[in-house]
């Protein structure tokens, strides 16, 4: 439900007060990458820099999948306010916006079995959903959704939505509004733009309201609820034994980390039980072993077709991420960022930014190696531009596999 940069995350920051405390820091040895590019110690180093980006009192995690099967982790931190047992090492935490990119697997599997087209219309779907206010589903594709291409408003930004999380957090902290409700918000404001016609160069903004409407597609077109279909198309069989779904469930069932921001007086407000993420947009819990797996599958092949893969990395241009150490700017393509490395080529990732915690995957464009980060507050909301800053560092050094000067 949580998407890159809303309002939502600038306003909690202004409104809840922050007050800077170090956490208890503990790493493994760790063996060298594959090709020995890249080492543990260089990995304890990057995520120092992570956690000083982000204010130095979050807990954070780092895993990198190598190609010869090895294993680089780090980590500081505790497992939350008041708690000496260190940060798990394979945390669960929402992964919040990175579900975008599951859901648009199970859209693009759903495509290369015929059951879709990505330039149906959302009209042709769902009629009469998108309407009023300017908007028109029949101006706007399966593909202008999963690109957030289509100039829907997000309903994250509607200021009754925003009153709810900002000023009565704990009064609807067990919100289920379902995704149907949700894009009905969306449409009582005119859209930002309107897709112009099929070939024509297409203009980018992001919405979480595009991927519950994509949601809403998917369930149509597969004939189940978009978890089962998440569930049984890519958990089940790529074996992600603690990836899952709970919709409405507050709890979160494995190893995990508090996540806790200081309210008025600094008296810590614990965020980690909650149902707002219970949509598509944001609803899967993971951790970093998971989603390592599950981007290598993804850049590997065993998860699309190679014409279906071809088409979720073409690109479009974005505008809310700092320029990475390459120095150029990446694009989106279909529920996935391709970001330039300064070794050439690029890599692949999804941000996901919940209540509280960050959690940063990525994976080469080969698939053979993968890293993820994941962060959580402890008394304040990070900086996300200078904690992007230091991940994209950290995730150029492990995908290059190449030694710093």
Request: overall charge negative; aromatic content about 6%; charged content about 20%.
């Amino acid at each position: 439900m949580v998407g890159k940069r809303t309002a939502v995350v600038a306003c909690l920051a202004a409104l809840l007060a922050a007050l800077l405390a170090g956490a208890v820091g503990a790493a493994p040895a760790g063996a060298r990458g594959g090709d020995g590019g890249y080492s543990a110690g260089e990995l304890r180093e990057d995520l120092a820099a992570v956690r000083t980006a982000a204010g130095g009192d979050v807990n954070v995690v780092a895993r990198v999948d190598e190609p010869d099967g090895a294993v680089l982790r780090a980590r500081y931190g505790t497992a939350g306010v008041g708690s000496t047992a260190p940060v798990p090492w394979d945390p669960e935490f929402r992964a919040a916006s990175t579900s975008k990119t599951f859901m648009a697997v199970v859209v693009l599997q759903l495509a290369a079995q015929g059951r879709l087209s990505l330039g149906d219309t959302v009209e042709h779907w769902l009629p009469g959903v998108v309407r009023g206010h300017g908007n028109d589903g029949a101006r706007i594709t399966v593909r202008d959704l999963l690109q957030q291409t289509s100039g829907i408003y997000d309903y994250i930004d509607d200021p009754e939505v925003r009153d709810r999380l900002l000023n009565h957090f704990d009064e609807n902290r067990y919100d289920a509004t379902p995704a149907s409700r949700l894009v009905a918000t969306a449409m009582r404001h005119a859209p930002l733009f309107t897709p112009p016609p099929h070939g024509a160069p297409r203009r980018w903004a992001y919405s979480n309201t595009n991927y519950l409407l994509a949601a809403m597609i998917a369930e149509k077109a597969g004939g189940a609820d978009w978890r089962q279909l998440v569930e049984h198309r890519i958990i089940a069989p790529l074996g992600l034994r603690h990836t899952y779904i709970p919709g409405e469930n507050p709890y979160l069932i494995g190893p995990h980390e508090r996540v806790t921001i200081d309210g008025p007086g600094g008296v810590p407000e614990d965020l980690t039980e909650q149902s707002y993420q219970h949509t598509a947009d944001s609803g899967v819990v993971s951790t970093p072993s998971d989603l390592d797996r599950f981007f290598r599958a993804l850049a590997d092949g065993r998860l699309l077709p190679a014409a279906q893969w071809a088409l979720m990395r073409r690109t479009v241009p974005y505008d809310d991420l700092p320029i990475p150490p390459a120095g150029e700017q990446g694009g989106y393509g279909l529920g996935l960022r391709a970001v330039p490395l300064t070794c050439g080529g690029v890599y692949y990732t999804h941000e996901g930014d919940g209540f509280g915690v960050y959690g940063r995957p990525a994976v080469g464009a080969d698939g053979r190696r993968a890293v993820t980060v994941s962060v959580t507050t402890t008394t304040a909301l990070v900086d996300e531009d200078r904690l992007d800053r230091a991940v994209q560092t950290l995730t150029d050094h492990a995908l290059c596999a190449a030694p710093r000067s």
